[in-house]
C-alpha cells in the first residue's frame, strides 16, 4: 500500500510557475511508476506526465515543454515542475503511482492523491 500527498498548489498569474510535490509512503517508492493528472470541473481526469524507475518520461502533448516530471527517491518523492501557466491549466492536480510501463490511462495507476488545486487567473 502507498499513500500519496500532493503540495505545492495555488494561485497563480498566467505566464507564472508552480512546483508541485507528491510525498510517497508506505511501501517502497523506486520500483513504482509516478505520473501526474490533472481534472477541472465538468472534464475528464487528464494525463499529464509519468517517469518511470528508469528516469524515463512520458508528456502529454498539451504540456510538452512547459511541465517537467521528475522524482527523488531518497526522499520518496515526485515533482511537477510547471511554467508558462496558462487559464486552462486551472484544475485539480493528482499524483499516482503504478507499476505499469509508460502508461497514460488512470486504470494503470494503483494509488492516487487526494489532489492539489491550481489556479491561473488571465
Known amino acids: 500500500q502507498v499513500q500519496l500527498v500532493e503540495s505545492g498548489g495555488g494561485l497563480v498569474q498566467a505566464g507564472g510557475s508552480l512546483r508541485l510535490s507528491c510525498a510517497a509512503s508506505g511501501r517502497p517508492f523506486s520500483r513504482y511508476a509516478m505520473g501526474w493528472f490533472r481534472q477541472a470541473p465538468g472534464e475528464e481526469r487528464e494525463f499529464l506526465a509519468a517517469?518511470?524507475?528508469?528516469?524515463?518520461?512520458y508528456y502529454a502533448d498539451s504540456v510538452k515543454g512547459r511541465f517537467t516530471i521528475s522524482r527523488d527517491n531518497a526522499k520518496n518523492t515526485v515533482y511537477a515542475e510547471m511554467k508558462s501557466l496558462k487559464p486552462e491549466d486551472t484544475a485539480v492536480y493528482y499524483c499516482?503511482?503504478?507499476?505499469?510501463?509508460?502508461?497514460?490511462?488512470?486504470?494503470?495507476?494503483?494509488?492516487w492523491g487526494q489532489g492539489t488545486q491550481v489556479t491561473v487567473s488571465s
Open positions: 517517469i518511470m524507475w528508469t528516469g524515463t518520461t
Open positions: 499516482t503511482a503504478g507499476v505499469v510501463w509508460g502508461s497514460s490511462r488512470q486504470g494503470d495507476y494503483d494509488y
